[in-house]
């Protein structure tokens, strides 16, 4: 079955440094998504992307985040200046269409900033 | 503010019972409804898609949606062990946007 793969599994990064978690979403899907979900809370919605441009951004994507699709397969989450709050598990996604019949996640990269 | 709600949980039941996992959802133009399974540490699998009012059969899992009381459930029958986890409900066409709001999830537990 298709899958969505994340690398690393795991990022370990000292506060004010910068991160970047690839994502390799399902060849024939369009739409890309991060999510984030901290420690024991919900899933929270970064980021979508569609035709080489962002579609939808939440409040939680400010200037410190960044999305980039730099070949046909990788799509990345660039995290500048990373500092405490931002660790937490991140979560790829990708789907057919926008309406979505359901997003594929990735398995996730989780990040710790110490 | 547009919501998502769910029991936290956990909820525990027998092994080869039926759990109920109910969701509320606060936008009324909200028209597709999806249920997630989390294992701890794993990223959510889609479970169930509904988009009409009724019920919707997928092997042990059935799902519920009651636009008018804007209300959505998962019943998973003959419970097994295995089937714990954290389920989450996930609505979209909250505030006219196509992603899709999580709710914080509800934890379940089957008791062999």
């Known amino acids: 079955e298709p899958e969505v793969t994340q690398t690393p599994s795991h990022q370990v990064t000292q506060m004010g440094q910068e991160v970047i978690l690839r994502c390799v979403p399902i060849?024939?899907?369009?739409?890309f998504y991060w999510y984030r979900q901290i420690l024991g809370q919900k899933v929270e919605f970064l980021v979508s992307?569609?035709?080489?441009?962002?579609?939808?951004k939440s409040e939680i994507f400010d200037d410190q985040f960044s999305v980039e699709r730099p070949d046909g397969s990788n799509f990345t989450l660039k995290i500048r200046s990373t500092k405490l709050e931002d660790s937490a598990m991140y979560f790829c996604?990708?789907?057919?269409?926008?309406?979505?019949?359901?997003?594929?996640f990735g398995s996730g990269t989780r990040l710790t900033v110490v | 503010q547009k919501e998502v709600e769910q029991n936290s949980g956990p909820l525990s039941v027998p092994e080869g019972a039926i759990a109920s996992l109910n969701c509320t959802y606060s936008d009324r133009g909200s028209q597709s409804f999806f249920w997630y399974r989390q294992y701890s540490g794993k990223s959510p699998e889609l479970i169930m898609s509904?988009?009409?009012?009724g019920d919707k059969e997928d092997g042990r899992f059935t799902a519920q949606l009651n636009k008018a009381s804007q209300y959505v459930s998962l019943l998973i029958r003959d419970s097994q062990p295995s089937d714990s986890a954290t389920y989450l409900c996930?609505?979209?066409?909250?505030?006219?946007?196509?992603?899709?709001?999580f709710g914080r999830g509800t934890s379940l537990i089957v008791h062999p």
């Open positions: 996930a609505v979209n066409m909250i505030g006219g946007s196509y992603i899709p709001t």
């Open positions: 509904i988009y009409s009012n």
């Open positions: 996604a990708s789907s057919e269409s926008a309406r979505g019949n359901g997003y594929t």
């Open positions: 992307f569609y035709n080489n441009e962002i579609s939808e």
């Open positions: 060849s024939n899907h369009l739409y």
